[in-house]
């Protein structure tokens, strides 16, 4: 079974501080790690995947699969990235499985 | 580019009615989802299109939720008759095929069942 861990609720840092959404997941084979993103009236929207291993609006995350972990990462927090944060995986079976989410707050 | 569209965007029902929510697709995309999230949970996937053949439906209560996707384009979700615990937020995504991971989303509808 597949399984998304996101410990964190809620989250809220000041402008300019650095942020970590934490991530862990359980899974058997090779999983592809996703983060979703959802602002304040959106749509639920894929902000960056990690076989990809780009940088979206200054967020990254790298894949550490000897922690099973997938951390999203943020040097300088801005107001605009307040959000809801969502870690999905998916396996073998191509379907997303996701975590239950991270509320961001940016503070001025 | 559209997206994916949802109707209704909400709907409040009481036990034991019938809903149905439709879905359309961005034009193109042969594979659709349908994904329930209840408040404070992640979407978890009820069921899943490959053009108008069903690839996954292991998590759909089939007691009560019922999906079809006759023309491999638009797509229904209903629920007959409807629990208290239905409340939850619809949400369409579909992606170009099963292969591609990345999932568009639509707008969702708000089910509230009282």
């Known amino acids: 079974a597949q399984r998304v861990t996101q410990p964190e609720k809620l989250l809220s840092v000041f402008k300019g501080a650095p942020v970590e959404l934490k991530c862990n997941y359980s899974?058997?084979?090779?999983?592809?790690l996703f983060w979703y993103v959802q602002y304040s009236r959106q749509r639920l929207q894929l902000l960056l995947r990690h076989i990809s291993r780009e940088s979206i609006k200054g967020f990254t995350a790298d894949l550490n699969k000897g922690e099973t972990s997938f951390h999203l990462k943020k040097p300088f927090a801005q107001e605009e990235d307040s959000a809801m944060y969502y870690c999905?995986?998916?396996?073998?079976?191509?379907?997303?499985?996701f975590g239950s989410g991270t509320q961001l707050t940016v503070l001025p | 580019e559209a997206g994916v569209a949802q109707s209704p965007r909400y709907k409040i029902i009481e036990k034991r009615q019938s809903v149905a929510f439709w879905c359309n697709p961005i034009s193109g995309h042969a594979t659709l989802y349908w994904y329930q999230q209840i408040l404070g949970q992640g979407p978890k996937l009820l069921i899943q299109f490959q053009n108008n053949g069903v690839v996954d439906d292991s998590q759909l209560p089939k007691d009560r939720f019922s999906a079809e996707r006759l023309k491999g384009v638009d797509s229904t979700l209903k629920i007959q008759p409807a629990k208290l615990e239905d409340s939850a937020v619809y949400l369409c995504?579909?992606?170009?095929?099963?292969?591609?991971?990345?999932?568009?989303f639509g707008p969702g509808t708000r089910l509230t069942v009282l």
């Open positions: 899974y058997s084979g090779s999983p592809e």
């Open positions: 995504a579909s992606s170009l095929n099963s292969v591609s991971n990345e999932q568009f």
């Open positions: 999905a995986l998916t396996g073998s079976a191509r379907q997303l499985t």
